[in-house]
């Protein structure tokens, strides 16, 4: 008869308490002469910030027709979403282009309504890890071969995650030094010997 009791009995069918639900009002319930209108609610377990952007993804997938497994690791500071799919390709993408603009969206879903932002990492098959590894070889070899010809090195343009693996990697060297230019998304680095 009252959003109250529909409340108390969607929780108690559900066995969840107050605080691990998201309850919403759909009707308030009108008692009338003659006829009386129950109250409606919507109540569902409340979802960690990384359920919800593994629900986001899971959706974008569906949509993309990509058959897709998440999983999901998750602690204070950071999120990880895995995404384990026989078409990589189409979830990567070039150079991680694909796999880039979806950790953003996840992050931007998985930090809605929080005051403190909350690292959202998507990675498809350790791809993240392997072209850490890639860059680094990259920075090391570029490094090499400015220092022996004497002259600044400039590498493609590249996003700013990538750009901050080449910078860290040459940051302890004492024969080169690296700058970003240009604008952005066309910001490369530049190695220049010492």
Known sequence: ??????????????NLSKEEAEITVLEEGKKGLFKSVPAK??????MTDGERAVEFLDKVFEI???PVTNELTEDEENTKINVITTSSY?????????LDSLQILAGAVA???????????VDCENYREKREETLKKLAQR?????VRTGHKIAIEPMSP??????HS????????????????PNRFIVIIPN
């Open 90 to 98: 189409s979830v990567i993408g070039h150079r991680g282009e694909i």
């Open 142 to 146: 570029l490094a090499e071969k400015a």
């Open 111 to 121: 930090n809605i309504g929080r005051e403190d932002y909350k690292r959202v990492v």
């Open 1 to 14: 008869k009252t959003v109250e009791a529909a409340v108390e009995e969607g929780l108690k069918t559900l």
């Open 41 to 46: 609610v919507s109540i569902r377990k409340k």
């Open 161 to 166: 995650y990538e750009r901050r693996i080449i």
């Open 169 to 184: 990697a040459l940051s302890d060297s004492g024969e080169v030094k690296t700058m970003s230019e240009g604008k952005e």
């Open 64 to 66: 993309l027709n990509i």
